[in-house]
């Protein structure tokens, strides 16, 4: 006696089925790892970042390691942002007057706020504190 394999309606393989469902949850593993990867400034807080005296009055410095902005706006006042543009997360090449992201030519003002496009957010906030010399990421 032969038994006829049962019909499957939807003509799919085993094979084809199983490396599917493999892809799946490949995609959906590395999905859920992205959302959870630690923001480089996260490792440095409590640290120090930059120091005053190397943040000029009315403008500002980039901290290419901890990927920051640190600017001082007004005298005394210190101010920490993200380094990444909030338009396509090219990282701020240029601090003077102003914070600029020169691959989509994104403007921005000492306070993070935008100055010129495309980006349509500020930059991203962080907070400092001050110790004698030391800005030190909180």
Do not use: W
Request: proline share 7%; net charge negative.
């Amino acid at each position: 006696m032969t038994t006829e394999p049962s019909p499957c309606a939807c003509r799919i393989s085993r094979r084809t089925m199983l490396a599917g469902a493999g892809a799946t949850g490949a995609v959906a593993l590395t999905a859920g790892a992205c959302g959870t990867a630690p923001k480089p400034q996260d490792t440095l807080r409590g640290r120090v970042v930059a120091q005053t005296t190397d943040v000029p009055e009315g403008g500002g410095l980039l901290v290419v390691d901890a990927k920051l902005v640190i600017t001082q706006p007004t005298p005394g006042e210190y101010r920490a942002f993200g380094a990444s543009c909030t338009h396509g997360g090219c990282t701020i090449q240029e601090v003077t007057t102003d914070i600029h992201c020169l691959c989509h030519h994104s403007r921005f003002d000492l306070n993070g706020e935008v100055l010129q496009g495309p980006a349509v957010d500020p930059l991203e906030p962080f907070e400092v504190r001050v110790e004698g010399t030391d800005i030190i990421l909180v």
